[in-house]
């Protein structure tokens, strides 16, 4: 099976297709597992094959993959992990996409890595909005099954780990509005519309961000298919201006 390791994590990854890489960032939020890509309302791994290299991945105590748990994790140690992998396989620029949870890990790489990620696609990103309890309801449903296999951790770090993820005020949790301001990296945001992935917070970053291509139906039918043509094409335009800036 396809593990990598980074400084006490075994991260699970898969990879399909050819063409320019991409890493696709799971919905499932703290259980956030390439499985998840089959509830999705698309499967943007099948679509994307076809003409990407695709990266697919578990993150850190989810799915297959295995990391430690302290006081300081947050949103940069998954971060590390994203980055560590891609430089497991050699590549340097990337585009990536990613659902629900996924979209805090995505705008997390552009701010840790700008010089890394050539687009992201943003998928019904989670989101603050008189929401809080939700997500501490999220991350204690996944941390307490994991209780019984980490004697060495302390309640006082399981706490601190979900506040350094949730707590706070910012809307999008790892970035806050004056990060989105500035940000040069283009943006594909498909809209969110519940109570985990609320719509206001897709509206915030399609009105702050610079570079933002907005899409508010997008689930089924006719809707699905012009997202999918409209995710391909922001691809391909985002891949034609890195082949036109090589040294970016």
């Avoid at 991409?22 to 939020?29: D, F, H, R, V, Y």
């Avoid at 949103?75 to 629900?100: K, N, P």
């Avoid at 770090?157 to 910012?170: D, H, K, P, V």
Wanted: charged share 20%; hydrophobic share 40%; glycine share 8%.
């Amino acid at each position: 099976m396809p593990f990598y390791d980074r400084a006490g994590a075994k991260i699970y990854f898969e990879t399909y297709g050819k063409g320019p890489p991409i890493l696709l960032l799971a919905p499932g939020g703290m259980k956030s597992a390439i499985r998840f890509w089959q509830n999705a309302p698309w499967d943007p791994i099948a679509l994307l094959a076809q003409n990407y290299h695709v990266v697919v991945m578990d993150q850190r105590n989810a799915g297959q993959s295995y990391g430690a748990v302290t006081a300081a994790d947050g949103w940069h140690t998954y971060a590390a992990d994203q980055l560590g992998l891609m430089d497991h396989l050699d590549i340097q620029r990337f585009h990536v996409a990613g659902m629900c949870i996924g979209g805090p890990f995505a705008l997390g790489l552009i701010k840790a890595a700008p010089e890394r990620v050539v687009s992201a696609t943003l998928l019904q990103t989670i989101g603050r909005d008189n929401n809080d309890d939700v997500f501490y309801a999220m991350f204690d449903d996944w941390a307490k099954p994991l209780h019984s296999t980490r004697d060495n951790v302390s309640e006082a770090a399981w706490q601190s780990f979900r506040e350094n993820l949730y707590g706070g005020e910012q809307v999008l949790f790892n970035v806050d509005e004056r990060f989105l301001a500035t940000c040069k990296t283009p943006l594909l945001v498909l809209m969110g519309n519940d109570v985990y992935h609320p719509e206001s917070t897709s509206r915030l970053i399609a009105r702050s961000a610079p570079e933002v291509t907005f899409i508010e139906r997008w689930k089924s039918g006719e809707d699905a298919a012009l997202a999918k043509d409209a995710l391909m094409g922001f691809l391909t335009t985002c891949a034609s201006r890195e082949s036109d800036n090589p040294m970016r």
